[in-house]
């Protein structure tokens, strides 16, 4: 079993991590204490172990993490890419089912695009919950698509969980896996912009 593999390349100081965030909750709690991730020495793109030893995540490595903890646990590794329009930057959360219901675990410094209760039927469901306050300082809603359930499965533990080198390869397959389209081109030049009382709601930002 893939939870099996995922044991056998962990250290013991990690299986203790993982073993006790045993819920979605309790890894959204864990990944919430952890420092965003600002790559002021440039770009990355961390595995799991290198996440625990730096202690700072962006979205997509605390994505990985979360769906490395949720695979050590017994469900399926699996990323959701929401993708953007050019001047704004694509956010991945990790899935997650629970009672026939889809949830996600998610990193952000911003109190929107963060974790979802599982109460939504379908992917695109979860998916959409995040369009209306994904949007820039001008008010442009910029959420464009979101991938099908990206399986980590796919690839062999030691690739993404205990790597030591930047995982953009990894990155770049989930950015060109299939995306489903959320509007019409003429449906999304109709959108309404943020108002500028919606946009100063969502200022605040966590880490500094």
Known sequence: MYKDRI????????KR???????????????????????LSGETYMSPRRMLRERAAHCFEGALFAAA?????????LLLDLKTSAEDEDHVVALFRAN???????????????????????VREL?????HE??????????????????????????WITA?????????KLDFSKHIPIATAKQLRAL?????????????????
């Not at 044991?7 to 990690?14: G, M, Q, T, W, Y």
């Not at 991590?17 to 790559?39: C, G, H, M, S």
């Not at 309404?192 to 500094?208: S, Y």
């Open 7 to 14: 044991r056998s390349v962990l250290s013991p100081a990690e």
């Open 134 to 159: 994904y949007f820039m300082r001008s008010g442009k809603k910029t959420m464009r698509s979101y991938s099908l359930p990206f399986d980590l499965s796919k690839f062999s533990p030691e690739t």
């Open 100 to 122: 026939g219901r889809w949830g996600a675990i998610s990193k952000t410094n911003h109190a929107v695009l963060r974790y979802r209760d599982p109460v939504y039927k379908n």
């Open 164 to 172: 030591g080198q930047n995982l953009d390869t990894l990155a770049a």
């Open 69 to 77: 903890v949720l695979a050590y646990h017994g469900q399926k590794p």
């Open 127 to 131: 998916a959409m919950s995040y369009f």
């Open 17 to 39: 991590i993982f073993a006790r965030l045993r819920t979605p909750q309790k890894i959204q709690d864990y990944l919430d204490k952890i420092p965003v991730n600002f790559e």
């Open 192 to 208: 309404r912009r943020a108002t500028p009382f919606e946009i100063a709601t969502v200022e605040a930002t966590e880490w500094k």
